[in-house]
């Protein structure tokens, strides 16, 4: 059974950095596309990150520039790098891995940024 777990969250001051890491197991995952999403308060969950399989990545315009997607393939890890963080964003961050078979998501991770 696929399980993906996030950490690595939490409160962090505006301009700050912070770093996601999101392992991933339960199967031969090593080149399957992985991303990243998040849900503000009241909001729906928006797109992030994602990497393919061919090891491209396309970010969300509002991050372009201040995060950073990277993945280690022996190790089914997936990271996020965020740097010049703004209050906006402060969310849930999911991890998302894209299987044939279907979608799975992690259980989800608070980011906060506040002074």
């Known amino acids: 059974q696929v399980r993906l777990v996030e950490s690595g969250g939490g409160l962090v001051q505006p301009g700050g950095s912070l770093t996601l890491s999101c392992e991933a197991s339960?199967?031969?995952?090593?080149?399957?596309?992985m991303g990243w999403y998040r849900q503000a308060p009241g909001k729906q969950r928006e797109f992030v990150a994602l990497l393919s399989r061919s090891g491209t990545t396309n970010y969300a315009s509002s991050v372009k520039g201040r995060f950073t997607s990277s993945r280690e393939y022996d190790k089914n890890a997936l990271y996020l790098q965020m740097n010049s963080l703004k209050p906006e964003d402060t969310a849930v961050y999911y991890c998302?891995?894209?299987?044939?078979?279907?979608?799975?998501w992690g259980q989800g991770i608070q980011v906060t940024v506040s002074s």
């Open positions: 339960g199967s031969a995952l090593r080149t399957d596309p």
């Open positions: 998302l891995l894209k299987l044939i078979a279907g979608d799975y």
